[in-house]
């Protein structure tokens, strides 16, 4: 098909100064990587004429350093909404003793005051004895009461020097 002056450029694309046709899409390579989608995805999607392109791509410092502030973003979002979750979880009565059992540790472990000595054993919740169910419950409500002394300690030693601020 011959292009002549009357052809109307409907597309971005059609017009003279837009990308060469070779060029590839580096914003929505940049999302891919950082949703962890692979280098072979990443070139088919976004128009990289060879692998090693994409790997070039990939190695850049400006591309790694964009693709972690993006991933960091998701992850944010995707922590907060897991957060609601367990709290609707741990709020509601009618929860099954495992799943208030899961959701408390979950919570522990991402907080970072789980330790790794008292992590989640190998089988799931359902294959679980009665004892060794009663074992995580304890090893759980120790945790939870190692850290809920840690707090109060940390803001009973903080308390007296919020009081004297305020008294000057």
Not at 90 to 100: E, F, G, I, K, V
């Amino acid at each position: 098909m011959t292009h002549t002056e009357t052809d109307l450029q409907l597309w971005p694309e059609d017009s003279a100064g837009s990308k060469a046709q070779g060029e590839p899409d580096a914003e929505l390579a940049v999302i891919l990587l950082a949703a962890g989608m692979s280098q072979d995805y990443i070139r088919v999607k976004c128009g990289f004429e060879s692998r090693r392109a994409v790997q070039a791509f990939c190695r850049d410092d400006d591309v790694r350093r964009e693709a972690q502030e993006l991933s960091a973003e998701r992850s944010k979002r995707v922590g907060k909404r897991a957060l609601v979750c367990l709290e609707e979880i741990l709020n509601t009565p009618q929860t099954d003793l495992r799943a208030q059992v899961l959701a408390i540790r979950t919570g522990l472990e991402v907080s970072g005051d789980l330790k790794r000595e008292n992590a989640a054993p190998v089988k799931s919740v359902r294959e679980l004895t009665a004892g060794e169910l009663g074992e995580l419950i304890a090893a759980t409500r120790a945790e939870l009461d190692a850290r809920i002394g840690r707090y109060r300690a940390d803001s009973a030693e903080k308390k007296p020097a919020r009081l004297a601020e305020s008294d000057s």
